[in-house]
């Protein structure tokens, strides 16, 4: 009986290790990434009578905290100018904008027989719509499809180039609503499925992939959500709709297929867009990049979809069967990008070392204006993230971004530290975490105390108790 006592006393004390040594030790810490569930959106996007939001809708759905109209910073502007019915100009206004499109309402001078809209500074511009509530607005030169994109606010831009776009005037309008952006600084920050590799420095055999199941067309041939391989909601930092990606994914003999539908990407351009899969069967991992010049492994198109009324991008995949080891092991991940993104950090020096503080100098910027929150985590473990770290720090994030210089206290003497920079959009859409590059350093001063390593340390002594008090009581029976 002594002895089945002093075993489970024994027993106990390894459980106590254990269980504190797992809940403890920062290396066994889970991340938490935060992945948006059709639920949560639901609950967000939702009109004030109560009824959702239709997913064709979300193009008109501006981020809760976009620049008010008055507080936006500019990336250029529109120059619209009237004339008579001699061509004789009248007067010209600049319409500012930013890369959000914004209503601008202008009045129409009362003798305008003639308008232009020209971009005169700024990058790429788009135009949504140019209308009239009270008056009819002909288009002098431009195409018919061009012409009906622009007669509806629905998200369905046209690309708008150095040339100016006329217009007749009839039946003497009072007013004329200029929907438009200019895009503003580019950050090549593309989009992550599943969400953690967005962490990752490169896309390998160490990263998180989606398991694929093989099914025929017959399976998918639809395109509809029930058939979807995978569905995820996307927030851009770039002025771009909010909107759905849809992914389906099917496979016969000859090769494996993958179609993607971004709904967020309503601009066309076709020099800077891309999208990759990423193939995983046993330890390799094959990567697939398709673009407007990149077509050996599929295509990619500007077009419409049922899934909403404005042309966007879609991307198709065909990858040989041949080149994938095992279709019934496969797993599977992807990134795109477009003029569509996030947001971007980077750190630029660590400086100013001592035993318990050093110096961080980086800069975050945000080309939305989502206004959301910047900081740097840390830890001795390395891949620090916000929700698993030793310390972090927060700032706010204006409109275009900024330079941060950040002094971090309370660190240990002689420990070596991993550090990156972040920008958080979880305060507003729980989700959607962008991290810089992992950095070192290592502070000076003595090693670290073994007070450091206190789970070890208190498993330790429950160790060593247990064991004196079974050796006592062995010693009195």
Not at 52 to 66: G, K
Not at 209 to 222: G, L, M, W
Not at 397 to 414: D, K, M
Request: hydrophobic content about 35%; some cysteine; proline content about 5%.
């Amino acid at each position: 009986m002594k002895n089945t006592r002093t075993k489970l006393v024994m027993l106990l004390a390894i459980f106590g290790v254990a269980f504190i040594t797992l809940n403890f030790l920062p290396g066994f810490h889970k991340s938490e990434i935060y992945i948006v569930s059709n639920n949560e959106v639901n609950e967000w996007l939702i009109k004030p009578d109560g009824s959702n939001i239709p997913v064709d809708e979300l193009f008109a759905i501006p981020p809760p905290t976009m620049p008010l109209h008055s507080e936006m910073v500019p990336n250029g502007d529109f120059l619209v100018t009237f004339f008579n019915k001699d061509n004789e100009e009248i007067i010209s206004y600049s319409v500012y904008a930013d890369e959000f499109v914004r209503k601008n309402s202008i009045n129409i001078p009362e003798k305008a027989k003639k308008f232009s809209v020209k971009k005169v500074n700024g990058n790429k511009a788009h135009i949504d719509a140019i209308i009239s509530e009270d008056g009819n607005l002909k288009s002098l030169n431009l195409n018919h499809d061009s012409q009906k994109k622009i007669s509806a606010y629905d998200g369905d831009l046209i690309n708008m180039n150095e040339n100016s776009i006329e217009f007749q005037i009839e039946n003497s309008p009072e007013t004329l609503d200029l929907f438009g952006r200019i895009e503003g600084e580019l950050m090549e920050n593309p989009f992550f499925y599943p969400e953690t590799n967005s962490v990752l420095d490169k896309i390998d055999e160490t990263a998180s992939f989606y398991p694929y199941t093989p099914k025929s067309f017959n399976a998918v041939k639809d395109f509809d959500e029930k058939s979807c391989y995978k569905k995820f909601f996307s927030v851009p930092a770039t002025g771009h709709p909010l909107g759905y990606t849809y992914i389906w994914a099917w496979n016969d003999k000859e090769n494996l297929y993958v179609k993607l539908d971004i709904t967020c990407d309503n601009t066309n351009d076709s020099d800077g867009d891309y999208a990759t899969l990423y193939v995983k069967n046993q330890s390799d991992v094959n990567s697939y990049r398709i673009s407007a010049t990149e077509s050996d492994y599929g295509q990619t198109v500007f077009t419409y979809t049922d899934k909403v009324k404005y042309a966007h991008k879609v991307y198709d995949f065909v990858i040989p069967v041949a080149e994938i080891d095992d279709i019934k092991n496969t797993e599977l991940a992807f990134n795109f990008y477009g003029t569509v993104g996030q947001g971007s950090t980077e750190i630029f020096n660590i400086g100013s070392i001592t035993n318990t503080t050093t110096e961080i100098t980086f800069v975050s910027g945000d080309p939305g204006g989502l206004m959301a929150i910047t900081g740097l985590v840390w830890n001795t473990t390395g891949n620090p993230t916000i929700s698993m770290n030793d310390g972090s720090t927060q700032q706010s994030l204006p409109q275009g971004g900024n330079l941060y210089v950040t002094t971090i206290t309370n660190l240990t003497p002689g420990q070596h530290y991993y550090i990156r920079s972040y920008i958080d959009y979880q305060a507003i859409f729980k989700f959607n975490t962008t991290y810089s590059t992992e950095f070192e350093f290592t502070t000076t001063g003595g090693t670290p105390t073994p007070l450091s390593n206190w789970p070890l340390f208190i498993g330790g002594i429950l160790l060593i108790t247990a064991g004196v008090l079974a050796y006592r009581k062995k010693r009195t029976a």
